[in-house]
Nanobody, 119 residues
């Protein structure tokens, strides 16, 4: 289970921090991501951090503005969003996945949290 928090309304140029607390699975073994979706469009991958904790990957549209991080002790993944733009408005989802050696895959999704960037 994933429980998200931290969405809301912010003015352009402002900041928001999202968090997603996990339970019921071995959080530290999972790769973690944040996605976002606007009505009528496909869900977009925003940022990913692997279970190994290496350098995160970001969509070009958020590089230099968003930071994904994880705290395995708290079973929580975060997304710090700075210099927000109106085009960042979307429902944001946290995601965890684990792939077994035989290719079997486990996925968990958060319930989504609305981020609105508007003056």
């Amino acid at each position: 289970q994933f429980v998200e928090s931290g969405g809301g309304l912010v003015q352009p140029g402002g900041s928001l921090s999202l968090s997603c607390a996990a339970s019921g699975f071995s959080f530290s073994l999972y790769d973690l991501s944040w996605y976002r979706q606007v009505p009528g469009k496909e869900r977009e991958l925003v940022a990913t951090i692997t279970s190994a904790g290496g350098s995160p990957n970001y969509a070009d549209s958020v590089k230099g503005r968003f930071t994904i991080s994880r705290d395995n002790a708290k079973n929580t993944v975060y997304l710090q969003m700075n210099s927000l733009k109106p085009e960042d408005t979307a429902v944001y989802y946290c995601h965890a996945n684990y792939v077994y050696s035989n290719g079997y895959r486990l996925d968990y999704w958060g319930q989504g949290t609305q981020v609105t960037v508007s003056s």
